[in-house]
């Protein structure tokens, strides 16, 4: 076949319809609920148990047990010593992580599906027989201090945790580090996390979801052999409280000395997934920051050159979202780099064009088979809705949202939080090159922190 | 677990290898090329010229704007990208099946005719871009120069793999517009490159696609070859010790190992498996778990096409443990693994290991695609995505016993250690680095 160059794009024919993957959904005999998610070709399973675990109700002076907890919960168990558990699952090929979020706490296993049976059942035992010994639970309070040395030599990791503790109120937890600071790590006891997993860690408040090939798998029975005796009893999960969030324009200045470029946080409060708004702020913000083609990147990087790039996003666990602009800048730009991202959030509360919504509401549908393309990706997904109290399909209501959206629905809803009260300007650099290049800016409320 | 990806290929009139993997399961199409540029083809003088591409292939061609190359594909979702390394560069896009037309056109106008969008002021716009991508990936971070300062140790001068993709900066400054269309003239044309297709589309239609965008762009002259890189394992104990303003302490290793593509290689990947793989390799249980000296171990090969790869182990220290400590901790792993070989449960359980991996990376269309061009573009056979496994199984722990004991030896190694500044350390320590001191 000969061919010569088309000087024009080729025609695009509509993308097949697509939905979320649907769960067949049981409970083992002491009432979990298991969603199986049978997904042919994905010879690697996912297997994640999802519980319910409001980081508020951890002890102010304890904060970070969660974290030490769900870490300790496979170095050792009644059956098996750390080591030995370690030994028996990698011989299985499977992998073993451990997340704790606003919401829940989440452990999982990735594995062939071909050994799945006797990896669920280790899955199992750390969940269910987690022996918490104090030599186990010393080591990793100490493997946590080195690990708070390493976040805060990371610029990006200082940034967010500098943006936390000045966009919430220091009475919500959401101010403070997920996995806690020195102060609150340095004294845990495994005593104390035996006890905080005691009161929180039981069937009723579990969920367990399998994504993968389930071909000739009977996965709910065998998640019923491994789970099926799991009868600690906890009470209900607390609701997780509304947080309060600081308001106005202000910036805060982090100092790291040697620092060659500044890395930025730029944001304020946002929605969470209870307001219908959700799918049309992802649109705005694809339209403001999301792509290099945004706004935001357009001038950031692809005229100025100031940056290998930015993004900005809406995020939200169950209750209260943010919204943020984030990346690293040159240092001597960083006060005019600032000054443009702010002015183009700003000018963006002006009005979305309909030709930029319809592009951003194409790419966010069309995309949608990509994302959920692998097993673990669906785990992820509706471990999260679990946590964010929606429901397992809530990808579908989302999708339905972005494409209900139009031009003015996106720029309402971008307007009703960004640059509604206040921008909060993070900047984590050398603070004696940058401190002059912000006087510009107009922002009066500024603090220094070393 | 024997795969059996479906896997069809030609080759086009002017050179284009085309690959297609038919999986009508899913609504999606992934496209991928591979190169046969990275940054081992690069000369001296012009260093980072392979990942300056992997900007400017996104700054417009004859028939797209600049920043048209992503709206049009995000517009009808498409995840896309570009990434650049010693052997390769490679460019991709997954998307919805209805645009593999749209997708084809894009990659064959930039193959075909970047060079009318090339110009001084997105070459000076994209230049900028890299030196901040260098600033936040190199010199921002902890650490973060510890790969560029252990190759120019592994390797002699001017061996290919003795910089990294990034290059010079100073190379980069250097370069004009022309420089860089020459550059673009000599590694950028449809007999250097592997096309793979995969997803929702027949083979038919997706060779006739191919050929209806492609099939008109002239080859060109056959490029040079990379310089042959065959080099054995290193013959002493090279060393660069920094004193800097870092978190903890930390020291990583790293050694040569064989040409990717032999079992030689699988097994002294095994090898650096069984040491630093997951939480149960050996020098988790020793350094973490057991004696409590570094917070996190790490490591593993990374294999190279061009005569040799290389492969390292990482420690970071527990506060208030000399590094050193550390450092004895993994020469002695390193040497009783050479010298008593391991277990039969070891091996399993790094071949076990090994498996989930390649399964997790033949698990989308865009990862199964990105083997399929790196098999055919470096080893001449795509079907190998289908029995890796099988190799990676048929290793034994005498042959990695064998592959370890002759390329991962403490006596054969460079090694990179930070320290944090201390009283004795600042008085001690001399201007500059004592980079390639040999012992």
Known sequence: MSSQALTTPPSVAPPRPWRFPLAASTTTRTGTPVHVFDRPGQYVATVRVTVAMPLAVEPRELEGVATIMSRTMDEGTELKSANEFAAALERHGAAYGVDVSSDALHVEISVPTSQLAPAVKLLAEAVTRPAFTQADVGRHVTIRLGE?????????????????????????????????????????????????????????????????????????ALIDDAFGEWTADTSPAMETPEPLYRTGDRLVLVDRPGSVQSQLLIGCPGPDRREDIWGAAAVANHVVGGTITSRVDTVLREEKGYTYGTRTSFTSPRKGGTFSLGGAVRTEVT???????????????????????????????????????????????????????????????????????????????????????????????????????????????????? | MPLNYPLAEQT?????????????????????LWYDVGSRHEPPGLTGFAHLFEHLMFQGSRNVRSGQHFSFLESVGASLNASTFFDRTNYFESLPSGGLDLALWLEADRMGYLLDAVNQENLDNQRDVVKEEKRQSYDNRPYGDSYERLVRLLFPEGHPYAHMTIGSMADLDAADVEDVHAFFRKYYGPNNAVLTIVGDVSEEDAFDAVKRYFGHLPAIPAPPPAPDGTIGPLDGVYRDDVVEDVPSDLITMMFRLPVDGTQELDAAALALDVLAGGQSGRLNRRLVRDEEIAQS?????????????????????????????????LVEEVEKLAKDG???????????????????????????????????????????????????????????????????????????????????TAADQPAGDAAGEQE
């Open chain 2, 342 to 424: 391991i277990t039969a449960d070891e091996l399993a359980t790094a071949q076990a290991q090994a498996e989930r991996d390649w399964l997790e990376q033949l698990a989308t269309c865009g990862g199964r695609a990105d083997e399929i061009s790196h098999h055919a573009l470096l080893f001449g056979d795509p079907n190998r995505i289908n029995t890796r496994i099988d190799e990676i199984r048929a290793v034994t722990a005498d042959q990695v016993q064998a592959a370890a004991s002759k390329w991962i030896r403490a006596g054969s190694r460079a090694q990179v250690t930070y320290r944090r500044q201390t009283e004795a």
């Open chain 2, 12 to 32: 086009l009139d002017n050179g284009l290898r085309v690959v297609v993997s038919s999986d009508r399961a899913v609504p999606i199409v992934s496209v991928n």
């Open chain 1, 148 to 220: 708070i040395n390493q976040e805060r030599a990371n610029a990006g990791y200082r940034a967010r945790e500098a943006f936390a503790a000045n966009l919430f109120d220091p009475s919500s937890r959401r101010s403070r580090p997920t996995a806690g600071t020195p102060a609150t790590i340095r004294p845990l006891t495994n005593v104390q996390v035996a006890d905080f997993y005691r009161k929180n860690i039981g069937p009723a408040r579990a969920e367990i979801l399998f994504a993968g090939d389930a071909t000739g798998i009977d996965v709910a």
């Open chain 1, 335 to 450: 006060g005019a780099a600032i000054g443009d991202a702010l002015r183009i959030l700003r000018e963006a509360r002006d009005g979305l064009t309909a030709r930029e919504v319809q592009e951003a509401q194409d790419s966010l549908i069309r995309t949608a088979p990509l994302r959920y393309e692998q097993a673990d990706s669906i785990a992820q997904q509706v471990g999260s809705n679990i946590a964010a109290g929606v429901p397992l399909d809530f990808a579908d209501t989302y999708l339905a949202q972005i494409a209900a959206t139009t031009a003015e629905s996106a720029t309402e809803a971008y307007r009703r939080y960004v640059g509604t009260n206040g921008l909060l300007v993070v900047v984590v650099g050398e603070a004696k090159e940058v401190r002059s290049q912000l006087a510009e800016l107009g922002i009066d409320d500024i603090t220094e922190l070393s």
């Open chain 2, 297 to 329: 171990v790490s490591g593993g090969a990374l294999p190279l096409i061009g005569g040799v790869s290389f492969g390292t182990l990482t420690g970071i220290a527990s506060d208030g443990i000399e590094l050193q400590q550390v450092e004895d901790a």
